[in-house]
């Protein structure tokens, strides 16, 4: 009995040291096991854009990257994410929020966050195509059927035409329109700045409203306000591509192709995240999400992918009127708000 005893006691030993060594085991692997993976809460990216952008990255873009990163990684990702005018998302990103990645409607705000040392100063130059990430044209939508006979920009002038804007202060949609106006009235004048100065006084004389947003501006239009509305082309591709377009588009013979900035507030990425965020932004100039982007309504910055939008007569971009800070000091300040709206007593 004595014997028995003590060979049971022996195989209890045994079996306790065997168990202790495969838990030990097991939880040496556990964080690369299958089931671990699965049950790890999914890492965040934080992104923050113009207000144009959201139904293209929360519906498009990221969960394309989602549906790739777990099948190369098996990690779930989730997205959180803001989308207001751009110069909103600059002063937000300045006051401390916790965005990871940025898009905004133009490259001043970037320049405004690099001068408050958010984000080191021309770091998203050193990005793909400059750091911009798509573009589109500004277009005119005005009432179906084109009551008021409006087929470029010099018709929004005519006396009785009410016209829906965007707010420079807080919109980068805005700041594009002006400039957009200003240089197409300066476009092959033999006097460009007197020409631009007298289209962009006209079209102002006849602002009825302003929204904080060029997506807020759209709502009022919507709503009743006005016989046009100076926008976002991709605005206009994405509703009309669901059906939902109650309003026709002018293409000016002249209008700025407008470039979207992409800026990484590194401050705000820590060593486990950046990674991901790494990932993520590579992603967004990948053909993939490019791709994405043109079937939301935006023009690729890979000319290729640009198939099927309107043709423009005479496009040019921001570099064609000396970049943002000198349109920024030279049309924006130093015409539209000294002169025009003091003209206008605005």
């Known amino acids: 009995m004595l014997i028995q005893r003590r060979i049971l006691i022996r195989r209890l030993r045994a079996f306790l040291m065997t168990a202790a060594g495969l838990l030990l085991f097991g939880y040496s692997v556990w964080p690369w096991t299958p089931f671990a993976r699965a049950a790890r809460p999914p890492r965040t990216i934080v992104f923050y854009g113009f207000s144009i952008l959201g139904e293209a990255i ?95 920009f010099a018709d929004l002038t005519r006396s009785g035409v009410e016209i829906v804007h965007p707010d420079p202060l807080t919109s980068g949609g805005a700041n594009w329109a002006i400039v957009a106006e200003y240089g197409a009235g300066a476009r092959g004048s033999v006097d460009p700045v007197r020409a631009g100065r007298d289209l962009l006084a006209g079209i102002w004389r006849n602002v009825v409203a302003q929204a904080a947003s060029a997506r807020a501006a759209r709502t009022q239009f919507e709503n009743g306000f006005g016989d046009a509305l100076i926008t976002y082309e991709q605005e206009a591709l994405w509703d009309r591509s669901r059906g939902k377009l109650k309003a026709e588009v002018v293409y000016p013979r002249s209008t700025i192709l407008s470039e979207h900035t992409l800026v990484r507030v590194d401050r705000n990425v820590s060593p486990k995240e950046r990674d991901l965020v790494d990932a993520f932004e590579r992603f967004l100039w990948s053909e993939d999400a490019q791709k994405i982007f043109v079937r939301y309504g935006f023009r690729s910055v890979q000319e290729p992918l640009n198939t099927g939008f309107a043709r423009i007569e005479d496009p040019f971009r921001i570099s064609d009127l000396g970049g943002w800070r000198r349109a920024k000091k030279e049309i924006v300040d130093g015409i539209w708000k000294r002169q025009v709206l003091a003209e206008l007593k605005r």
């Open 58 to 152: 929360d519906h498009g873009v990221f969960p394309e990257f989602q549906r790739q990163w777990r099948a190369r990684t098996g990690e779930e990702v989730e997205l959180v994410s803001s989308f207001a005018g751009s110069g909103t998302v600059t002063n937000q990103l300045i006051l401390g929020v916790p965005a990871h990645l940025a898009l905004l409607s133009l490259e001043l705000d970037a320049q405004k966050l690099a001068e408050a040392r958010v984000i080191a100063k021309d770091s998203w130059r050193r990005l793909p195509s400059g750091g911009v990430v798509n573009r589109t044209p500004f277009i005119i939508l005005v009432r179906p059927g084109n009551p008021k006979a409006i087929h470029d």
